[in-house]
């Protein structure tokens, strides 16, 4: 079964730091790229950042850049999502999806899932205080 277990939220000041894990499993994962997607409350789904595993591209939305990086390690079938600088407006859940392409879409990120396992895992709560 695929899955996708986020973990390593909490609650930070703003200006504070914190690293986002997304462990994956259940189907090759140097196959794919994963995106971040992140949903505050009453919002529809934003798409953060994105890693091609297949040749190390990465992708990231105009409000994150600078201050987010993405990163894989493809021997423990992770990928992280170190956010820096953190401000309140990054309050949200944080979910990770496998991905087949992910582009540039002006300040925005575009994602493409796979047609038959796309999936979502829980996600983790980020909460960044003013």
């Known amino acids: 079964e695929v899955q996708l277990v986020e973990s390593g939220g909490g609650l930070v000041q703003a200006g504070g730091s914190l690293r986002l894990s997304c462990a994956a499993s259940?189907?090759?994962?140097?196959?794919?790229?994963i995106a971040w997607f992140r949903q505050a409350p009453g919002k529809g789904r934003e798409g953060v950042s994105c890693v091609v595993n297949s040749d190390g591209s990465t992708y990231y939305a105009d409000s994150v850049r600078g201050r987010f990086t993405i990163s894989s390690d493809n021997t423990k079938n992770t990928v992280f999502l170190q956010m820096n600088s953190l401000k309140p407006e990054d309050t949200a859940v944080y979910y990770c999806?496998?991905?087949?392409?992910?582009?540039?879409?002006?300040?925005?990120?575009?994602?493409?899932?796979?047609?038959?396992?796309?999936?979502w895992g829980r996600g983790t709560q980020v909460t960044v205080s003013s």
């Open positions: 999806t496998a991905a087949v392409r992910c582009a540039d879409a002006g300040p925005t990120i575009v994602v493409v899932t796979p047609r038959h396992f796309a999936s």
């Open positions: 259940g189907f090759t994962f140097d196959d794919y790229g």
